[in-house]
Structure formats: C-alpha cells, structure tokens
C-alpha cells in the first residue's frame, strides 16, 4: 500500500512538468516575443544647431558665474593678514636695533 502511494506520488509530481515543457512548442509565439514584434522604434527629431548652440552657452556662463561665486566666497573666507607690527620676531627685531641704537651713542 505504501509503494501505491509513493509511486502515485512520484508519477504525480512528474506529470505536471512533462505537461508544462510540452505545452511551449517552438511554432508558437508567446505574447513577449509578438509585443517585441510589433514595438514600433521611436525616431525623435534632430536639435536644431542653433538650440544646442544657445544652450551651450547658457550652460556655460551658468557654470562661470559659480566658479565667480566660489572665488567670492573662498577670498571671504580667508584669514586677513596680519601687519607686520604685530609679528613677535619684527617687533623683537626692532627693540634689538633701537637698544644698540641708544648703547652705542
């Protein structure tokens, strides 16, 4: 009884998929390959020169102006210089000089 049920079993679950690769016959055509058929190819219209001439140059300036920005922005953030008064080694430079100054008159 058991060997019935295991065989009934086996033929079963192989019955479907002989069933299944028999059902797609190479004559045929599945719906994929008839809307691959029947797509139609888009051909889109040329750029006239002149547009693509003017938005190159839209682009162009658009892209100068933010390096101009950039330039801006980078000179506002950067350290001011110092005077050279407030530099330690030129202000001990001239102390130096001035005191052989007044020892040597």
Known sequence: ?????????????????SVLAQAASPDTE?????????RRVIVRPLTPPAEVQRDAERAAAELEQQ???QVIARDLN??????????????????????????HR
């Open 1 to 17: 009884m058991r060997r019935q049920i295991a065989a009934v079993a086996v033929i079963v679950t192989l019955v479907p998929a």
């Open 30 to 38: 599945t719906q994929l390959q008839q809307e691959m058929r029947h």
């Open 67 to 69: 390096e101009r920005g």
């Open 78 to 103: 950067r350290p001011a210089q110092r005077p050279p008064q407030v530099d330690q080694d030129l202000k001990g430079g001239i102390q130096t000089r001035s005191l052989n100054n007044l020892l």
